[in-house]
RNA sequence: GCCCAUGUGGCGGAAUUGGUAGACGCAGCAGACUCAAAAUCUGCCGUUCGCAAGGGCGUGAAGGUUCGAUUCCUUUCGUGGGCACCA
């Protein structure tokens, strides 16, 4: 019986998956684990082998922990939105819905054949209405939401206007607008569009006007992270500033606490340097200098103050307001024509030529508070405005960009750090006892530091200040592919839709160009962005309308009381008692109500939307369509009573009144003829078009009705707004969706995400250090100080797995000029030569060049006879990427190579190696289509089996570390599991296993792999982790050893590494039920037995002055003057001595013994 | 320029706390089985001197600490990654 892994794979995938064997609940009494990959943002292009690495290693982890005893959460989705599937729609016409289909089902394919255990039916996917409708709700929260600074945490907007209309913002600064100041009577005055404009300053995700990245090749905005040396890091165009009105995300107000953040998770040192990077904190000091003889102070950030009487100038960036206040009559001239010569710089000529030093004098002078100096006023280029005050203070001989503005405009240096500086460049060091230095004379420059904010908070002329290089982060974008802001923009002001009337869905377009503008695909629909309303009451009774809100709803129940047999509800409890039931009821479906909802979710149905349970007035309807007010009610057999008759009709009738209009069927008609029953609500809400409405948009509607614009007041010329929301927006919280995906009342519950908690390890590349990962910990604290959330870092631990570069092949062809009369070079016959000989010629070789040269020779005869007047004048090779499917090792597989590219090559010759052979050259690169060397894992799994492709992939070397694919090495992996197989069963013989009492030899090879498959599976060594399953195969086999009593555990330790085999196997020598790679429930993972490890003695190494000379058998527990006794009557050991004493004799027990001469 | 990671046979890598450097696998070489091939099995496999026994050298380089260093420290070089007029 042969190890047949194809067959067995196929068996045990299709059976895992009936059985739902990877199904989790959120209910479970053992300790939960949280296992997350970084979702795959499903590209085109399939996956290679380089993405199911971080697959494996977390799957063998999740799998592992299951064995363990622990409930595992081990789920899988897509990044499903952004751009590479627009700008692929934008190419080829397909709707990015379409082709984002394609790709995620390509996808899954691929990982089903690797055997992983996630739990799919809690797969997400961004780009879903199910769950975008979500992302806009967090969203609107953090919308609602401001920074507390008092109180170090997130708020609801609801707090600030209570402080803002008792204090005004006497005690909480405006972090959009420093200068904004007012009481609270200033506040109760502002009109509406005022205090919106204040509160949109305080938001934590706010619009306004900025600076933007704008890449015009892409036609949307980047953050910053997404920009990469001034051109896109998608696609590489060029960047430029742009001002735009933008939404943000006010991460800066956060930077402390990500910062902090950091000490409390498990991320590697790499890691958490570039988000400290990013976040950039440095400490320092701001101060005021008077300028001189007029009105204007001029404010510095300085991270040195203790360096402040080696100021020898000041420097403003261009773009900072007091350039025009202070530049002198005299310089004007030339401050205006640096300035446009400035402007004239795009970003990226900026950051090119970072080396060249240019600025411009504006004549005016600041005043040193400590010594009276007058220093001259600068301005720039190399000062960014963005950063501290957009001023800084030179102190050219400390630091080398000040030294060599200096140097380049004759600016005089003083030296405050005596020998330390050399005057041949700045010396930016802390260690140096200040001079010429005023009161800080004799002063170390570390305490110098303190010493000097202390004297400058002292005379009120400035004071201790942190900065942070980090901005707020771009939020929006204009593109199609995105999630909608649920926003609508009245007269300036944004209105955030309501929470039943998300998800707002993205709407079709069948272009997807730019907008006008600079303004996304969606300006150009029309119908969706303008909302025409009736016209609108004042701000003042919107605010009342609001209030009442709940009033009005209940008023409607009380005048409808008295005409039905108490099923409404008649108090504001109550009414929310109803909504309680709404969302219980939610979520238990009868079979019909499951039937038609498969047909009507997500507007399958002429286009309408069809919420399930969803309340209004009392009243819960089982499906209701708001927009055209038809109610189906699917009625189970307990409505046919007559009390319940009159019941219901009661209830039409009252709806009826208001506008709506009900459609009725059977449970039976549901589940017998669902096409008849679609027709009739098809029918239904074509029927309702025609109906005049009119009389329904009085606006008297309960809250959510679904058209509360209207009861927020706003009309007139009302305009949704049109970019949509950046990649990162679905990534920020997809792994809370993960713990409960499927309730359509909240993002996630609370009592799940209290359950599944943090996530425990989180595998992923590392080029989401800065995006993603800072993102993501940002939304987590805001949920958590909202209180959506019980922690507030997404995740415990990372562990990025390293990239897997690809081994290029290369070919060399033969480039060559031929002299004659009109010989058009492109006829040339193609000549290929192999490694060696290509290196000769590279390398200038004469005789392999001339050996070449005849070979093309008679190539060309033979292509062109009678032309005689055709010579060789030059050749040359050169290289070509190879295909490397079709290269076995370095060998080329020629025929192969001549069918590739459509036989591009077919009639190509070939100069070989002196072995006959076409050998390739070789190069480790990263692994891309265009270098012809990437590896389908579908193509391994099929040739070798899941098993072993994913042992190989984890035999690699360290998960963490990044290497290059070889293929070749698969082989010996594959006759591991091979090996493994015949401990169970002989190709020829059949069964070889047995049930006889293993020996403790055995046992002792058994015991050793469980101790070390534990701490190598727990510490993420698997390759290690491998090799040792490959050593006690090994050993196993020569001992001879197919007893069942040491296999089975063997099969348990191998099930997380290579499930199908270990299932398959375990099922064979225990046929009544095997738990393995079936049943973690049943599951009986071996302990490790430490008493079967220990020995009595062991083979020491005895060393001589360190060097290892020879081994000695000693006994464990003996004393150290015993060992000394043994040691020394070695003949080894005497030899060495040469009858000399030693000097000291070295025993560590268990280690070693050195004997010191 | 600054920060982080990293450097071990022909190759991927192992050595978990300072204690036998090169586990395991690939490639290679020699042999067994076979008409042959595949599969399988056995042996060799850092380098150098030596018939051998045995010895010298050897973890990028140089120095140091230590009885003992791939591991710790200092200096330096190479590679990969991140940040970069951030005052």
Not at 738 to 756: E, G, L, V
Request: aromatic share 12%; net charge negative; proline share 4%.
């Amino acid at each position: 019986m042969e190890y047949r892994f194809n067959e067995i794979e196929q068996k045990w995938q299709a059976k895992w998956k009936e059985n739902k064997v990877y199904k989790v609940s959120n209910d479970s009494a053992k300790p939960k684990y949280y296992v997350l990959d970084m979702f795959p943002y499903p590209s085109g292009a399939g996956l290679h082998v380089g993405h199911p690495l971080g697959y494996i290693a977390s799957d063998i982890y999740s799998r592992y922990k299951r064995l363990k005893g622990f409930n595992v959460l081990h789920p899988m989705g897509y990044d499903s939105f952004g751009l590479p599937a627009e700008q692929y729609a934008l190419e080829t016409g397909q709707h990015p819905a379409v082709t984002t289909e394609r790709n995620i089902a390509t996808f899954r394919s691929q990982l089903d054949k690797i055997g992983f255990s996630y739990d799919w039916d809690r797969e997400v996917r961004t780009s879903d209405p199910d769950f975008y409708k979500w992302t806009q709700w967090i969203f609107l929260q953090i919308f609602d939401s401001w920074f507390n600074r008092a109180t170090n945490k997130a708020e609801r907007i609801a707090s600030l206007l209570e402080i803002f209309e008792t204090e005004g913002n006497l005690h909480h600064d405006c972090p959009g607008d420093k200068s904004i100041q007012f009481s609270a009577g200033e506040w109760k005055a502002f009109n509406e569009k005022e205090q919106q404009d204040i509160l949109m300053d305080y938001r934590l995700t706010f619009s306004s006007y900025g600076e933007v990245n704008w890449c015009e090749a892409l036609g949307t905005v980047l953050a910053n992270d997404e920009v990469v040396n001034g051109v896109s890091e998608r696609g590489g165009h060029p960047v430029e500033k742009k001002k735009m009105r933008q939404w943000y995300l006010r991460i800066t107000e956060y930077a402390d606490r990500l910062l902090e953040g950091l000490e409390r998770i498990d991320f590697s040192d790499a890691m958490k340097e570039m988000q400290k990077n990013w976040i950039g904190k440095s400490q320092g000091a701001e101060m005021d200098f008077i300028i001189k003889d007029q009105q204007e102070h001029l404010k510095v950030y300085t991270t040195r103050p203790d360096t402040i009487f080696g100021v020898d100038f000041m420097v403003l960036a261009p773009e900072h307001e007091l350039v025009n206040k202070i530049t002198s009559a005299g310089q004007k001239k030339e401050i205006e024509t640096y300035l446009t010569y400035v402007k004239s710089r795009s970003e990226r000529e900026r950051l090119a030529e970072v080396k060249q030093i240019t600025g411009c004098f504006t004549g005016a002078y600041a005043i040193n508070p400590f010594d009276d100096r007058e220093i001259p006023i600068w301005i720039a280029e190399y000062v960014l405005a963005g950063y501290g005050t957009g001023a800084i203070m030179a102190v050219p001989c400390g630091d080398q960009r000040d030294f060599a503005f200096a140097k380049h405009f004759n600016i005089p240096i003083t030296n405050i750090i005596g020998d330390y500086y050399n005057g041949e460049e700045a010396n930016p060091t802390k260690e140096a006892i200040l001079q010429n230095s005023g009161f800080l004379n004799g002063v170390s420059m570390k305490g110098a530091i303190s010493i000097a904010i202390a004297k400058i908070e002292g005379l009120g002329i400035g004071n201790r200040k942190v900065n942070f290089r980090m901005r707020d982060a771009g939020f929006s974008r204009q593109r199609y592919w995105g999630e909608p802001f649920p926003i609508i923009w009245s007269d300036g002001i944004a209105i955030p839709l309501d929470a039943d009337e998300l998800p707002l869905e993205l709407p079709h377009v069948d272009k997807y160009g730019p907008g006008p503008n600079g303004e996304g695909p969606l300006a150009n629909i029309e119908d969706w962005v303008n909302i025409n309303l009736t016209p609108n009451p004042s701000p003042k009774e919107r605010e009342t309308r609001l209030q009442g809100e709940a009033e009005l709803a209940s008023d409607h129940l009380l005048e409808n009381k008295k005409d039905e047999p108490g099923y409404y509800n008649s108090s504001l409890p109550e009414w929310q008692n109803t909504l309680a039931f709404a969302k219980e009821n939610r979520k238990e479906l009868t079979e019909a109500e499951g039937v038609i909802w498969q047909k009507l979710r997500d507007r399958q149905l002429d286009g309408c939307k069809f919420r399930r349970q969803h309340p209004i007035a009392g009243y819960i309807p089982d499906f209701v369509c708001l927009e055209k007010k038809l109610i189906i009610e699917i009625d189970g057999e307990y409505h046919n009573s007559e009390e319940q008759k009159s019941f219901d009709e009661a209830r039409a009738n009252w709806l009826a009144e208001n506008g709506f209009e009900m459609i009725r069927f059977t449970n039976e008609e549901v589940k017998n003829n669902i096409k008849d029953v679609l027709i009739k609500v098809s029918q239904k809400l074509n029927e309702v078009e025609k109906t005049d409405r009119s009389k329904n948009e009085k606006s008297n509607q309960p809250s959510g009705s679904g058209s509360s614009l209207l009861w927020r007041g706003v009309g007139g010329e009302v305009k949704r707004e049109t970019s949509t929301m950046p990649g990162y927006a679905g990534s920020s919280w997809y792994f809370l969706r993960y713990m409960d995906p499927h309730n359509d009342q909240t993002f996630c519950d609370r009592k799940a995400s209290d359950y599944w908690g943090q996530v425990d390890i989180y595998i992923g590349g590392t080029e989401h250090a800065v995006g993603h990962l800072l993102y993501s910990r940002l939304w987590t604290k805001i949920l958590f100080d909202l209180g959506y959330v019980s922690h507030d870092e997404p995740f415990k631990k990372l562990v990025n797995q390293g990239m897997i570069q690809g081994s290029s092949r290369f070919v060399y062809r033969l480039a060559w000029s031929v002299t004659g009369e009109d010989f058009d070079q492109s006829l040339l016959p193609q000549l290929f030569i192999s490694k060696s000989i290509a290196d000769k010629i590279i390398s200038e070789d004469e005789e392999a060049i001339k050996e070449t040269g005849g070979i093309a020779k008679e190539l060309l005869i033979k292509a062109f006879p009678g032309r005689e007047d055709l010579s060789i004048f030059r050749i040359s090779v050169i290289e070509t990427h190879v295909d490397v499917s079709f290269v076995n090792g370095v060998e080329l597989d020629i025929n192969h190579f001549k069918n590739w590219r459509n036989g591009e090559y077919a009639d190509a010759q070939f100069v070989f190696e002196n072995d006959g052979k076409y050998i390739c050259g070789v190069e480790t690169e990263k692994m891309s289509k265009s270098k012809y060397n990437t590896v389908n894992p579908d193509v391994l799994v099929q040739k070798f089996g899941a098993d072993t492709f994913r042992m190989y992939e984890m035999f690699l070397g360290p998960v963490e570390q990044s290497k290059p694919w070889d293929t070749k090495g698969i082989e010996g992996v594959h006759r591991f599991l091979r090996k493994l197989w015949r401990l169970f069963y002989d190709d020829l013989k059949g069964k070889v296993w047995n049930e006889d009492k293993a020996t403790d030899a055995e046992l002792k090879v058994l015991h050793r792999t469980i101790k070390k498959i534990d701490e190598d599976t727990e510490r993420f060594s698997f390759n290690t982790a491998v090799s040792t399953f490959m050593i006690c195969v090994n050993d196993l086999a020569d001992m001879k050893c197919h007893k069942k009593e040491i296999l089975e555990p063997l099969l348990f330790l191998l099930s997380p590494y290579a499930p199908h085999i270990s299932a398959e196997l375990g099922s064979l020598i225990n046929a009544k039920s095997s738990p393995i790679g079936e049943d973690a429930e049943r599951s009986v993972y071996p302990t490790f037995n430490p008493a079967l490890l220990v020995e009595s003695a062991k083979e020491y190494p005895v060393s001589i002055n360190g060097k290892v000379r020879t081994n000695i058998n000693i006994a464990l527990d003996i004393t150290q003057a015993d060992v000394e006794q043994i040691v020394l009557k070695n003949e080894v050991v005497q030899k060495w001595l040469e009858g000399k004493a030693p000097k000291k004799i070295i025993y560590v027990k268990n280690k070693m013994v050195n004997v010191v001469i």
